[in-house]
């Protein structure tokens, strides 16, 4: 049985998106705010967020699948050949972690985007 695994990923890429339009949207802002936002800011903040949030999601989705398949694949290497499981399992775990750690650059990437963007000077005021 197979199935189709980006459409997973397309689906929460738009759950998560919409959810965070909604969350968002409703914010109420404060009148005796002493930040005034520069024209274009909000889309700016807004795009950062659905950037960051899409940006996780397809690397969380496509680094799941890709570790699935790394790990589907080494485990049929040692079913096939006992004896080459401790080289399989080393070249395994080395890939995973390179795998993994992609994922940590995007969320580290998409924490500075949300919470210390450098573009915001532009934009405030």
């Known amino acids: 049985m197979k199935r189709c695994y ?4 397309l689906f929460s890429a738009i759950f ?3 959810v965070s339009s ?5 914010a109420n802002p404060v009148s005796d ?18 950037v960051a949030s899409i940006g996780l999601v397809v690397v ?11 790990i589907r694949k080494a485990l049929e290497g040692i079913a096939r050949q006992p004896e080459a499981g401790a080289q399989l399992q ?13 994922v940590l650059y995007v ?10 963007n450098p573009f915001t000077k532009y934009f405030i005021q």
């Open 60 to 70: 969380a989705v496509v680094g799941a699948l890709s570790q699935m398949f790394s």
């Open 107 to 116: 969320l580290f990437i998409s924490i500075i985007l949300l919470f210390a």
């Open 90 to 102: 080393l070249s395994m775990i080395i890939g995973l972690a390179f795998i993994e750690s992609l």
């Open 33 to 50: 705010s002493s930040v005034v936002l520069a024209p274009g800011a909000a889309e700016f903040f807004t795009k950062s967020i659905i």
């Open 6 to 9: 980006w459409i997973y990923g």
């Open 22 to 26: 909604l969350l968002f949207s409703a």
């Open 16 to 18: 998560v998106v919409s």
